[in-house]
């Protein structure tokens, strides 16, 4: 659970660093934005997942990707709301971010397992 809790700062912080250029106090904001991000998917996701699921079935299934990408932002935003911080980042940034961020964590899931 600890080995899975800091693959996700661990790429949280190649998201901050090196996709959007975010530097100093990385360390918390990532493990900050890490809790919020569990606390989201856990009680936010499902209930999107179940709203969604027409336009999910009409995208065969593309739509999680851009839901999941909405929630990472939603956590972002909380995250600045939390840190007292304000970068404003794009949609496509978000994205970007996003999927750099399922792709570092997956790697070292597969890594460290």
Same mark, same amino acid.
């Given at each position: 659970?600890?080995?899975?809790?800091?693959?996700?700062?661990?790429?949280?912080?190649?998201?901050?660093?090196?996709?959007? #250029? &975010?530097? #100093?106090?990385?360390?918390?904001?990532?493990?900050?934005?890490?809790?919020?991000?569990?606390?989201? *998917?856990? =009680? $936010?996701?499902?209930?999107?997942? =179940?709203?969604?699921?027409?336009? +999910? &079935?009409?995208?065969?299934?593309?739509?999680? &990707? =851009?839901? *999941?990408?909405?929630?990472?932002?939603? /956590?972002?935003? $909380?995250?600045? #709301?939390?840190? *007292?911080?304000?970068?404003?980042? +794009?949609?496509?940034?978000?994205?970007?971010?996003?999927? &750099?961020?399922? =792709?570092? /964590?997956?790697?070292?899931? %597969?890594?460290? %397992?």
């Amino acid at each position: 659970m600890l080995t899975r809790f800091l693959i996700h700062v661990v790429a949280l912080l190649f998201v901050f660093y090196v996709v959007w #250029g &975010i530097r #100093g106090g990385v360390l918390w904001a990532a493990v900050v934005m890490a809790l919020i991000l569990g606390l989201v *998917n856990a =009680i $936010i996701r499902p209930v999107l997942l =179940i709203l969604t699921l027409p336009v +999910t &079935i009409l995208t065969l299934g593309l739509f999680v &990707i =851009i839901l *999941n990408a909405l929630l990472f932002g939603l /956590s972002f935003a $909380i995250l600045q #709301g939390i840190m *007292n911080v304000h970068f404003a980042l +794009t949609f496509a940034q978000i994205l970007i971010g996003y999927l &750099i961020y399922v =792709i570092v /964590s997956t790697v070292l899931t %597969h890594v460290v %397992h």
